[in-house]
């Protein structure tokens, strides 16, 4: 052994510390990771969602083939949501 037992066991203590730290912040990303997802399928489950979700596909498709600045000034909306009632 090199070093002083002290020494040793602060530097054990230290690095149990980090891996304790780094666990923890696993443990809390992958939590939100999961209410994240947890919230997606809740949403996307209640009427209405999968609608507004393939509108808004929809209106960034015909968006991108028209000139953006054209579709900006004209102010226009895709048909399907033109005739959509809020």
């Known amino acids: ?3 002083r037992p002290e020494e040793m066991n602060g530097l054990a203590s230290l690095n ?3 891996l304790r730290k780094c666990h923890d912040a ?3 990303q992958t ?3 999961t209410e994240v997802v947890m919230h997606i399928v809740f949403f996307r489950e209640s009427a209405g969602l999968a609608d507004v979700i393939r ?3 929809q209106q960034t498709d015909s968006q991108q083939a028209r000139d ?3 579709a900006c000034s004209t102010g226009t909306l ?3 949501m033109s005739s959509r009632h809020m």
Do not use: A, C, W, Y
Request: glycine share 4%.
């Open 1 to 3: 052994m090199s070093g």
């Open 16 to 18: 149990e510390f980090k």
């Open 26 to 28: 696993v443990t809390v």
């Open 31 to 33: 939590r939100l990771e």
């Open 55 to 57: 509108i808004l596909h």
């Open 68 to 70: 953006p600045d054209q």
């Open 78 to 80: 895709p048909t399907n």
